[in-house]
């Protein structure tokens, strides 16, 4: 069964909380790079490939070109 | 079967100033810095002085490479030299070069402006020359100075990125050895990806395109400067250079079992891990060499192989997989046979002093 939206989000945080090694992190489909300055490009390419893994998906270049929201990688999830 | 090439000798250079964590730490405060080398394993970069070029280092590297073999100038009948941070707009900096090396008007010149994968793409433009009987010894200059079209204040670029440059040698093959196969492709898509917006006839340099923007994660630079979309590149890298060195591998008949090494483009180490993971190259034939002297652009792949050598790590006969990737988008694939009689390392410093 597909998951749901909140279910992909939870699962993206997880990611996010281990990338930033902020265990506490709380995340919206809103959270930006604005929001947090440890996401830099550097963690950026981190989070898509740990997505890529998690989701069995491929993220298309230029969407990891412009990567500065969460929702934008939900967009592109199963 | 038509002439084939072999590499006989070859040399890199890398300027004597270090531009170290400490200097960075300074510049750009020490948890952006230690972020970008957890990743990238690169503690030092090796930059020019004011006046010194990439046509400097290249120089230096041929001189020293011509010097060491007692190769007769008037005997070099190809000269290829990539860069893209050539001397002048016009002419190409193969023409400067060829005046400084003091070589033959016979000998036919070709400037390639070719990004990080330029050193397969020179050699099959060399591997061509010897096929139809143009060329017998050539010399294939590889060199790039980023240093000076990095904004100094762009911290990813900037913490990446050395200068340096490489001198290959090559002649006619005797046996079974030399450059044996290439693979070549393209995703022009991501050409935005790794470009200078103002520096050609498209956008031309005014007083506007020297204004200084700062990016939302603090890097500064201006449309003059050389910029790069990180991420973008990455996941490329990533995800194609395995496909593709697979393709390569499949077209060549061989399998990484065959190999004596694996040479990649040394863009960061993270990423040289991953391609070397997805590809199962055991640890034997893989090779680092950026810690202390970064990504040198197109002069990082042949210096990988010149300091295999400087190293011994490259035996009489070794099978080479040489893969190198990046502005474009674009990559470039090479199998090399060394000849039963090795690589012998040129006898001399790999350093230009900054008063040369």
Same mark, same amino acid.
């Given at each position: 069964?597909?998951?749901?939206?909140?279910?992909?989000?939870?699962? !993206?945080?997880? *990611?996010?909380?281990? !990338?930033?090694?902020?265990?506490?992190?709380? *995340?919206?489909?809103?959270?930006?790079?604005?929001?947090?300055?440890?996401w830099d490009s550097v963690a950026t390419v981190q989070i898509v490939l740990a997505t890529e893994a998690a989701f069995e998906v491929r993220i298309p270049m230029e969407t990891v070109?412009?990567?500065?929201? !969460?929702?934008?990688?939900?967009?592109?999830?199963? | 079967?038509?002439? @084939?090439?072999?590499?006989?000798?070859?040399?890199?250079?890398?300027?004597? @100033?270090?531009?170290?964590?400490?200097?960075?730490?300074?510049?750009?405060?020490?948890?952006?810095?230690?972020?970008?080398?957890?990743?990238?394993?690169?503690?030092?970069?090796?930059?020019?002085?004011?006046?010194?070029?990439?046509?400097?280092?290249?120089?230096?590297?041929?001189?020293?490479?011509?010097?060491?073999?007692?190769?007769?100038?008037?005997?070099?009948?190809?000269?290829?030299?990539?860069?893209?941070?050539?001397?002048?707009?016009?002419?190409?900096?193969?023409?400067?070069?060829?005046?400084?090396?003091?070589?033959s008007p016979a000998c036919a010149v070709y400037d390639l402006n070719q990004g990080c994968a330029a050193y397969p793409y020179a050699l099959a433009l060399a591997q061509g020359l010897?096929?139809?009987?143009?060329?017998?010894?050539?010399?294939?200059?590889?060199?790039?100075?980023?240093? +000076?079209?990095?904004?100094?204040?762009?911290?990813?670029?900037?913490?990446?990125?050395? %200068?340096?440059?490489?001198?290959?040698?090559?002649?006619?093959?005797?046996?079974?050895?030399?450059?044996?196969?290439?693979?070549?492709?393209?995703?022009?898509?991501?050409?935005?990806?790794?470009?200078?917006?103002?520096?050609?006839?498209?956008?031309?340099?005014?007083?506007?395109? @020297?204004?200084?923007?700062? %990016?939302?994660?603090?890097?500064?630079?201006?449309?003059?400067?050389?910029?790069?979309?990180?991420?973008?590149?990455?996941?490329?890298?990533?995800?194609?250079?395995?496909?593709?060195?697979?393709?390569?591998?499949? @077209?060549?008949?061989?399998?990484?079992?065959?190999?004596?090494?694996?040479?990649?483009?040394?863009?960061?180490?993270?990423?040289?891990?991953?391609?070397?993971?997805?590809?199962?190259?055991?640890?034997?034939?893989?090779?680092?060499?950026?810690?202390?002297?970064?990504?040198?652009?197109?002069?990082?792949?042949?210096?990988?192989?010149?300091?295999?050598?400087?190293? +011994?790590?490259?035996?009489?006969?070794?099978?080479?997989?040489?893969?190198?990737?990046?502005?474009?988008?674009s990559w470039g694939l090479t199998l090399i046979r060394i000849g039963p009689q090795g690589l012998a390392p040129i006898a001399a410093s790999i350093e230009l002093p900054s008063d040369?």
């Open positions: 069964m597909a998951m749901t939206r909140n279910e992909q989000l939870l699962k !993206v945080q997880e *990611i996010f909380r281990d !990338v930033l090694d902020q265990p506490g992190l709380c *995340i919206t489909e809103k959270f930006s790079t604005a929001d947090c300055p440890e070109a412009g990567l500065r929201q !969460v929702s934008e990688l939900l967009d592109l999830l199963p | 079967m038509p002439p @084939r090439a072999a590499i006989t000798a070859i040399h890199h250079c890398v300027p004597a @100033r270090r531009l170290t964590e400490a200097e960075l730490e300074t510049r750009f405060g020490a948890r952006h810095v230690q972020s970008i080398a957890k990743l990238s394993g690169i503690r030092e970069r090796r930059i020019v002085e004011p006046g010194m070029t990439a046509a400097d280092l290249a120089f230096a590297a041929a001189e020293r490479l011509l010097t060491g073999r007692g190769i007769p100038r008037e005997s070099i009948d190809l000269l290829v030299v990539t860069t893209q941070t050539g001397d002048y707009q016009i002419p190409g900096t193969a023409f400067v070069l060829h005046e400084r090396l003091g070589l010897f096929a139809t009987g143009v060329a017998q010894r050539a010399l294939i200059l590889n060199t790039d100075a980023l240093s +000076g079209i990095i904004h100094p204040q762009d911290r990813t670029l900037v913490t990446l990125h050395g %200068d340096g440059a490489v001198a290959t040698l090559l002649e006619a093959a005797q046996g079974d050895e030399g450059l044996l196969g290439f693979h070549f492709g393209t995703d022009s898509s991501g050409w935005r990806y790794l470009c200078i917006p103002a520096s050609g006839a498209r956008q031309p340099r005014t007083e506007q395109t @020297r204004q200084q923007i700062t %990016d939302e994660t603090g890097n500064v630079r201006t449309a003059e400067h050389f910029q790069m979309n990180g991420q973008a590149v990455f996941h490329f890298a990533i995800h194609k250079v395995p496909e593709v060195a697979r393709e390569a591998l499949a @077209r060549f008949g061989v399998t990484v079992a065959d190999l004596d090494l694996v040479i990649l483009h040394q863009a960061n180490r993270f990423m040289i891990e991953q391609i070397y993971k997805k590809l199962d190259v055991p640890p034997e034939k893989q090779f680092f060499y950026l810690e202390d002297i970064g990504n040198l652009s197109g002069a990082s792949s042949p210096a990988v192989l010149s300091e295999a050598v400087r190293q +011994g790590r490259v035996r009489p006969g070794a099978l080479i997989l040489l893969a190198a990737f990046g502005v474009g988008l040369s």
